[in-house]
């Protein structure tokens, strides 16, 4: 079945700990963080300590999405805080396999983002160092941003590789994912759906995540 990852990135700030639950017994199976410096992405939001904070009130993986510069140097920190996989963008690291390689060694599941104008080939050489893979379907920044169709064949092309070289890792999407949208995304070949506005935009959070799984159909 389709895994949910609600975002938190759209969910009401100063209940953030109600938000969590409320999509945990909606049955949400991964808690999405957004991350963002100001420098890699033209906005700031969440640090260590806000993944610190939120970690006791869920059961459910915490999904780091690092988009920032250096992430070498806060990996550590965001591990330390209770991450469970941390996903870094290939724009944004020098060596890219040390990285990775920098994250597992903190008992955190590794994983790679790429940006929608970032070919999936970039990523070729490190599909066997990672658990998740993340396309992302809009420019990383904001939640509320629409789809963009043309990322969809780096979806089946990273599921076409995953069968050939008989690797393991989950392909989840990020941006712009709602009911109208899910579709092409796991008929692609995505295992993960991403979904911010399209869940807490939505009054009934359960409602919003039975609604995206009805249209990812698998
Ligand atoms: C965008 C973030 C997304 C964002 C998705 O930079 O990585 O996770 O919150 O929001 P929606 O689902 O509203 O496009
Ligand atoms: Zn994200």
């Known amino acids: 079945?389709?895994?949910?990852?609600?975002?938190?990135?759209?969910?009401?700030?100063?209940?953030?700990?109600?938000?969590?639950?409320?999509?945990?017994?909606?049955?949400?199976?991964?808690?999405?963080?957004?991350?963002m410096d100001g420098h890699f992405v033209p906005n700031i939001t969440i640090g260590p300590l806000v993944v610190e904070a939120i970690r006791p009130i869920t059961d459910l993986p915490l999904d780091v999405h690092l988009m920032i510069e250096n992430p070498d140097a806060y990996i550590p920190a965001f591990a330390e805080a209770g991450a469970s996989i941390i996903t870094v963008h290939q724009e944004a690291c020098v060596h890219l396999h040390r990285t990775l390689q920098l994250i597992?060694?903190?008992?955190?599941?590794?994983?790679?983002?790429?940006?929608?104008?970032?070919?999936?080939e970039m990523i070729k050489p490190i599909l066997?160092?990672?658990?998740?893979?993340?396309?992302?379907?809009?420019n990383p920044g904001f939640g509320g941003q629409s789809f963009?169709?043309?990322?969809?064949?780096?979806?089946?092309?990273?599921?076409?590789w995953r069968e050939k070289y008989k690797l393991s890792y989950e392909i989840e999407v990020d941006g712009g994912v709602n009911e109208k949208t899910a579709g092409i995304c796991t008929t692609s070949g995505a295992d993960v759906l991403v979904a911010g506005s399209a869940i807490f935009n939505h009054e009934n959070r359960k409602q919003a995540i039975e609604l995206l799984r009805e249209k990812a159909k698998v």
């Not at 955190?108 to 999936?120: D, E, S």
């Not at 066997?128 to 809009?138: C, G, N, R, Y």
């Not at 969809?152 to 990273?158: V, W």
């Open 128 to 138: 066997a160092e990672v658990d998740l893979i993340l396309i992302m379907t809009v």
């Open 104 to 120: 597992r060694s903190h008992g955190v599941k590794p994983g790679v983002v790429i940006n929608p104008a970032t070919p999936v």
């Open 1 to 35: 079945m389709t895994k949910i990852a609600p975002s938190i990135l759209s969910a009401d700030f100063a209940k953030l700990g109600q938000e969590i639950k409320e999509v945990e017994e909606a049955g949400a199976d991964y808690i999405h963080v957004d991350v």
């Open 148 to 160: 963009i169709q043309e990322t969809t064949s780096k979806i089946k092309q990273l599921a076409d």
